[in-house]
């Protein structure tokens, strides 16, 4: 039987604004990845070349000094940060000026500056390493949900990750006294491979904190004060970004915010989801020394929007450093229509192989990654099939594509063989 709908695709749907949107996260593959499925003991030659290319073995990020061996722990089976990662860490592409994601963060900077001068705080260089407290527990993230997994998330060891989501900082922030801020940053998530999804994506979080004495004047309760007010807060900046666009509210659900809400707009034809939302889980507040107030929290994916606003077709792109994909943007402006300048075609390649309890699809997309690098394009499940004596066979169809050059025969049969080489041992897998 020919599986055509992919098993991920709704892990395509739940990765880009509401990570924690659990209705739709019911969804994502449930296969637990065991830490030491994923031994990297078993990393071969080939890994050690990748690591020997020209890369810094040291980052700066978060006004810290990162070196390598702080992040990629190979025979730690709690890290499962892969050296592709962490060479990831230091870029900030949201604080370049003249890239996509730094001119949307300045638009948005600037909508909040002029709506209420001088009144949000803005952070963009916090530290992507954070506690499992603050990624998780300190915004009320259940301890047996699904994106704390290690197939979901990536471990530096067990008590620390890279944070899947700038609401990582909502508590450090209210601890310091912060009632008004916009944190933006670079997030991390273990996930599939294809146009639209990419391990590194940034997000900016945005908060405010309401006194009593804010709402009482409206004769409105706290909740539904904050939640008005986010309401036109955020309707207000989706018209700013994408002019006089149709808006709607959809309900979902977030583990710290009550009610939560999407906003979708309707964009070419679709309706689209641009960002989570919603009324802070008052514990959330108490905790962090601010009993007593009400606030609104939101959550919007930068390269999401970006996409949109400038046309750009592969989320690959953000990370290009080819002059004629970089030249094209400027400060400051943010109705600039990406044109492409190359089409070349994808070269296809599948791989069979009969599937052990512990396989997952993101740890097939890590090891493609971690050869292939930004050459891989797509990973897709193509065909599964169960035989009599129960065993699972799956073909996974991997497409190479460079945005900047024609591969050649060779340098694509040498990444499939080394992708062939390392998938029995890193996922227990038998090749067919
Ligand atoms: N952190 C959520 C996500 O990554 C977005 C969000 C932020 C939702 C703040 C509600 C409030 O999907």
Redesign the pocket.
Known sequence: MVLLLRASTCTLIARH?????SARLQHRRSLFFAAKTFSRSASSAASKRARSHVHASIVQAGGITISREDVVKEDDPTNNVPDSVFWKLGLQLHRRDDHPLGILKNEIYKFFEDKFPGKYQKFDDLSPIVSVTSNFDDVLVPPDHVSRRYNDTYYINSDTVLRT?T?AHQAQKLREGCTHFLVTGDVYRRDSIDATHYPVFH?M?GFRVFSPAEWDASGMDGTSFALQDLKETLEGLAKRLFGDVETRWVDTY?P??NP?IELEIFFQGNWLEVL???VTEPAILENNGRAGTVAW???LGLERLAMVLFDIPDIRLFWSSDLRFTSQFKAGQLGIKFKPFSKFPPCYKDISFWISDSFTENNLCEVVRGIAGDLAEEVKLIDSFTNKKGMTSNCFRIAYRSMERSLTDDEINNLQARVREEVPGKLQVTLR
């Open positions: 604004v509401p990570l924690l949107s989501h609401s997000q979080e977030f710290f915010t939560s989570g939302c919603g929290a939101f959550g």
